[in-house]
T-cell receptor, first 115, second 115 residues
């Protein structure tokens, strides 16, 4: 398996533009997580899905952020409109939920810069 | 409520000396606990995990951690630091809840290793 695949790896955009980040989880994994990493706030859990259903989106900063998982192999995180304070590295992670541990496998991240 | 506190934002050791990175957690459930490592400009990699089996957990690269329920701690140790251990380390708690696992990261501890 190629692991968790995120795209784009780098995105530079102007304030007010729409940004879409994409994630392909590991085949067979049934949970997917979106995190945001900044120097000031560290790694924040934005939202997570189980079997394509959003379970907890309490970490989503505001209505400008939305996430979808239309099927087991694809998820998007959208920011509309983007603002400079959204600049961060966004990580997607997937896991196989079972009765034991929930081990996350992370993608390489998408570095977003909003000018 | 679920939370993770990493007691040191930075730790500096000399090569060949022991490493101790401290972590305390809070959980209303029986949590799973993890340590992840992030090297500069890289993604996150699992070091080790605790899932209610043995309280002393061994991980990769000579790291280990001990789960102490009475102290709600999960400190990470290594007998002898290498230069390649310089990175940021995250303590993670994951609660099994209805619908999935909520997985929260600590603020991170940056480890510096001096020659």
């Amino acid at each position: 398996d190629a692991g968790v695949i995120q795209s784009p790896r780098h995105e530079v955009t102007e304030m007010g533009q729409e940004v879409t980040l994409r994630c392909k989880p590991i085949s067979g994994h049934n949970s997917l997580f979106w995190y945001r990493q900044t120097m000031m706030r560290g790694l924040e859990l934005l939202i997570y899905f189980n079997n394509n259903v959003p379970i907890d989106d309490s970490g989503m900063p505001e209505d400008r952020f939305s996430a979808k998982m239309p099927n087991a192999s694809f998820s998007t995180l959208k920011i509309q409109p983007s603002e400079p304070r959204d600049s961060a590295v966004y990580f997607c992670a997937s896991s196989l939920r079972d009765v034991g541990a929930n081990v996350l496998t992370f993608g390489a991240g998408s570095r977003l810069t909003v000018l | 409520a679920q939370s993770v506190t990493q007691l040191d934002s930075h730790v500096s050791v000399s090569e060949g000396t022991p490493v101790l990175l401290r972590c305390n957690y809070s959980s209303s459930y029986s949590p799973s606990l993890f340590w992840y490592v992030q090297h500069p400009n890289k993604g996150l990699q699992l070091l080790l995990k605790y899932t209610s089996a043995a309280t002393l957990v061994k991980g990769i690269n000579g790291f280990e951690a001990e789960f102490k329920k009475s102290e709600t701690s999960f400190h990470l140790t290594k007998p002898s630091a290498h230069m390649s251990d310089a990175a940021e380390y995250f303590c993670v708690v994951s609660d099994k809840r209805t619908g999935g696992f909520k997985t929260i990261f600590g603020a991170g501890t940056r480890l510096f290793v001096k020659a």
